[in-house]
C-alpha cells in the first residue's frame, strides 16, 4: 500500500463548487504539506502543518484552507473554485528530525474547474 | 527568501547520450538539496539528495554534488536511457530554522525526452 494517498485522483467541477481533497498517509510523519503544479512554475506550496495544532500559509494560500484532523490526515479545500485553480495538486510529508528534511510525495490529484 | 534556478528545458537527447541539468540556488544558513523525478502521470519521487556541502548524491546512475562556492547542484548522468524521459525538479529545504524550516523550495521544473 502507498504510503502518502490521496482522494479523489482526479476531479472536474463547475466554478463556484467546494471542492476538498483529502490526503491520509501512514509514514507517522508529523509535517504534512500541500502544493499545486502548474506547467513552467514548478510546485508551489498552499498551506504546511508541523503538527495536528499548526497551520501556516505558504506562498499561495488565497482561495484555499486546510484542516488537520489527525496526524495523519490533512484536507484541502476550495471553498468557492474558480478556473484558475485547475492544476495538478500534490500532498506531501516529512518527518521533525531527519536532517535532510526529505519530504515524501502523494500520487496527486488533477482538479479541472470549468 | 530561498530559491532555486533550473535550465529551461525542454531537453531532447539520444539515447546514450550525456546529461546534465543544471541548478543553483539561494538560501539562508546550509540548506538541504534534492532532485525529485516525476514520471508521466505519476507523482514525485526522490531520485537523490545531499545535506552538506560537497556531499555527492547518487542514484540509478544520476549524480549530483553539493557545491557551496558556486552554490549548484548540478544533476548529471553519463549514459540516458528512454526510461529516463520524465520531468526533473531541483529543491532545496532550508535548516536555518524560523519560518521556512523545513518547507521546500522548487526550481521549475526541466522536461527530459530521450529517444531511442
Known amino acids: 500500500d502507498a504510503d502518502v494517498t490521496q482522494t479523489p485522483r482526479n476531479r472536474i467541477t463547475k466554478t463556484g463548487k467546494r471542492i476538498m481533497l483529502e490526503c491520509s498517509q501512514t509514514k507517522g510523519h508529523d509535517r504534512m504539506y500541500w502544493y499545486r503544479q502548474d506547467p513552467g512554475l514548478g510546485l508551489r506550496l498552499i498551506y504546511y502543518s508541523f503538527d495536528v495544532k499548526d497551520i501556516n500559509k505558504g506562498e499561495i494560500s488565497d482561495g484555499y484552507s486546510v484542516s488537520r484532523q489527525a496526524q495523519a490526515k490533512f484536507s484541502l479545500s476550495l471553498e468557492s473554485a474558480i478556473p484558475n485553480q485547475t492544476a495538478l495538486y500534490f500532498c506531501a510529508t516529512s518527518d521533525f528530525g531527519t536532517r535532510s528534511n526529505e519530504q515524501f510525495f502523494g500520487p496527486g490529484t488533477r482538479l479541472t474547474v470549468l | 527568501g530561498n530559491s532555486v534556478t533550473q535550465m529551461e528545458g525542454p531537453v531532447t537527447l539520444s539515447e546514450e547520450a550525456f546529461l546534465t541539468i543544471n541548478c543553483t540556488y539561494t538560501?539562508?544558513?546550509?540548506?538541504?538539496l534534492f532532485w525529485y523525478v516525476q514520471y508521466p502521470g505519476e507523482g514525485l519521487q526522490l531520485l537523490l539528495k545531499?545535506?552538506?556541502?560537497?556531499d555527492k548524491g547518487s542514484n540509478k546512475g544520476f549524480e549530483a554534488t553539493y557545491r557551496k562556492e558556486t552554490t549548484s547542484f548540478h544533476l548529471e548522468k553519463g549514459s540516458v536511457q528512454v526510461s529516463d524521459s520524465a520531468v526533473y525538479f531541483c529543491a532545496l529545504t532550508s535548516n536555518a530554522g524560523g519560518t521556512s524550516y523545513g518547507k521546500l523550495t522548487f526550481g521549475q521544473g526541466t522536461i527530459l525526452t530521450v529517444h531511442p
Open positions: 538560501a539562508t544558513g546550509y540548506p538541504s
Open positions: 545531499a545535506t552538506k556541502a560537497d
